[in-house]
């Protein structure tokens, strides 16, 4: 339950100092949203590349976040539960995609999986390609997005009571049988707040992409070619289309995601398949 404090000084400079980051963070948008007239929008709308940019990068981003949802869930309930030796490694190898400059995803995924890359030319021998297709598109989407699925997913995992999972134990539930009917019910929000947060860093990649797959474009990366072709006008609207839609996504996908009223403890019928 959230009690109303004193409102004192302190109060009202810490509101003062997160209206300054909200203002940072709203001005540039408005700014954005404002500057294309209807006339531009219908314009870019009406560019077939464009709408294939966008639906590229949806499906992509989608395709990527499928791909890594049944490696980061287990991986995190590891982690979340787990101690072992090099763990630390692990943890900062899973966190490095966000420090490391995208620039250097792009090139380090190409040396693997490019033409002549580790992977990319025998892989090439069966038939898979990844420069220049949609796979290396969802490729570099995935690589870039998955510490954000990995770490959110570990906190749902760590907020579930482990005395709940020995309780069912106890009472004969096998490993997996606890695991499915009662840790991910419970670590749910996390894992779809983890793949959430993936699906959005997924969709808006730009360095990683344009450095393995340049063709065929995702919407950043056309927003940018229009930027380079035709200057600031056509970039500003695609943009705000683009930002228009993703928006509307997200929106969509907060109202099917959102939490249920659930009790906070295991329902007392609830059975476990040995």
């Known amino acids: 339950m959230l009690h109303t404090t004193h409102r004192g000084p302190m109060f009202w400079v810490f509101w003062l100092i997160g209206a300054t980051l ?60 787990q101690s072992f030796r090099g763990k630390s490694a692990v943890e900062a190898l899973v966190d490095l995609p966000l420090t490391m400059p995208h620039t250097i995803a792009g090139i380090a995924l190409l040396l693997v999986f490019s033409r002549g890359g580790w992977l990319g030319a025998p892989l090439a021998h069966l038939g898979l390609q990844f420069w220049g297709t949609f796979a290396g598109i969802v490729l570099a989407m995935s690589y870039v997005g998955l510490p954000y699925a990995v770490n959110a997913a570990r906190g749902g995992f760590e907020a579930v009571d482990p005395q709940i999972e020995r309780a069912a134990r106890i009472q004969g539930a096998t490993p997996w049988s606890v695991f499915r009917s009662i840790t991910l019910p419970l670590a749910r929000r996390g894992i779809v707040t983890g793949l959430t947060l993936c699906f959005a860093r997924a969709i808006g990649e730009f360095a990683a992409v344009v450095l393995l797959a340049y063709y065929p474009m995702t919407a950043p990366i056309r927003i940018y070619d229009l930027f380079l072709q035709s200057g600031l006008r056509q970039a500003v609207a695609a943009s705000v289309l683009f930002l228009m839609t993703v928006l509307a996504l997200f929106w969509l996908l907060r109202l099917l995601a959102s939490p249920r009223k659930r009790a906070a403890a295991v329902p007392a019928g609830l059975t476990w398949t040995r």
């Open 22 to 81: 909200l203002a940072y963070i709203g001005l540039p948008l408005l700014a954005l949203l404002l500057h294309p007239s209807l006339g531009d929008l219908a314009q870019v709308a009406s560019m077939p590349d464009v709408r294939d940019a966008i639906g590229l990068s949806l499906a992509a981003a989608f395709a990527s976040t499928a791909i890594v949802a049944p490696f980061a869930v287990p991986l995190a309930y590891l982690l979340a539960r």
